[in-house]
C-alpha cells in the first residue's frame, strides 16, 4: 500500500538550513508527484512546492529563494531543504502525494521547531 | 498567484442539520478544486476532487459542487465525527494553493 513518512530534526536554531527526508512505498516517485505541505502550530495548511514525476520542480512563490526539493529515486526519498529559517518557519511539514484529483496519500508530519 | 478564499471562518452547527461552506479562487481554476478535512492531530484526508468527485470511502453525505471561481462543500445530516476543519485547494496545476480553512464544531 501506499505509505510515505517524514523524518529528519525537531529542533534547528534560527538562521540554519532545514533538512527533511520523506521516504516513500508502494509506488514509483516517477509517476507520481510529490509536495510539501506545512501547518504552523494552529494554522492553516501551506503547500510549499513539489517535484513532477520527470523530476522537475515548482514552488511557492513565498518561499522560493530559500526552498529546494530533490529526490533519490532509487532510494525513494523525496527531499527538503530550506536555508536561512526564522521562528516563523516552525511547524509540522507534510509530504503528500497526487492522487486521482488532489492530494490522496499524506504522511503522518513531523514538527520543527525554530529556536535558539 | 491564485488566492482560495474560505468562508465562514467558523460555524456551529447540530447533529442532523445541513451545513454548506464555500471556497472562491480569486480566478478561473475550472474544476480544479479538491476538499479536505482535518482533525486535530491528523494528516488531513482528501474528501472531494475535481470539484465534485468524492473520493474512496467517504460517505454521500459530503457534496461538492461548483465550475470556474465559486465552490461549495455542502455535508448533509452532519455527524458529530465531522467536527474538523475543512480546507479548499487548487489542483492540477501549482500553485497547489490551500485556503485558509473552516471549522465546523458541533454543538
Known amino acids: 500500500q501506499v505509505q510515505l513518512k517524514e523524518s529528519g530534526p525537531g529542533l534547528v536554531k534560527p538562521s540554519e538550513t532545514l533538512s527533511l527526508t520523506c521516504t516513500v512505498s508502494g509506488f514509483s516517485l516517477t509517476s507520481y508527484h510529490v509536495s510539501w505541505v506545512r501547518q504552523p502550530p494552529g494554522k492553516g495548511l501551506e503547500w510549499m512546492g513539489v517535484i513532477w514525476g520527470d523530476g522537475s520542480t515548482a514552488y511557492n512563490s513565498a518561499l522560493k529563494s530559500r526552498l529546494s526539493i530533490s529526490r533519490d529515486t532509487s532510494k525513494s526519498q523525496v527531499f527538503l531543504k530550506m536555508s536561512s529559517l526564522k521562528t516563523e518557519d516552525t511547524a509540522t511539514y507534510y509530504c503528500a502525494r497526487a492522487g486521482p484529483g488532489g492530494f490522496a496519500y499524506w504522511g503522518q508530519g513531523t514538527l520543527v521547531t525554530v529556536s535558539s | 498567484n491564485i488566492v482560495m478564499t474560505q468562508s465562514p471562518k467558523s460555524m456551529s452547527i447540530s447533529v442532523g442539520d445541513r451545513v454548506t461552506m464555500n471556497c472562491k479562487a480569486s480566478q478561473n481554476v475550472y474544476n480544479n478544486i479538491a476538499w479536505y478535512q482535518q482533525k486535530p492531530g491528523q494528516s488531513p484526508k482528501l474528501l472531494i476532487y475535481?470539484?465534485?468527485n468524492r473520493y474512496n470511502g467517504v460517505p454521500d453525505r459530503f457534496t461538492g459542487s461548483g465550475y470556474g471561481t465559486d465552490f461549495t462543500l455542502t455535508i448533509n445530516s452532519v455527524q458529530a465525527e465531522d467536527a474538523a476543519f475543512y480546507y479548499c485547494q487548487r489542483i492540477y496545476n501549482s500553485p497547489f494553493t490551500f485556503g485558509s480553512g473552516t471549522k465546523l464544531e458541533i454543538k
Open positions: 475535481y470539484a465534485s
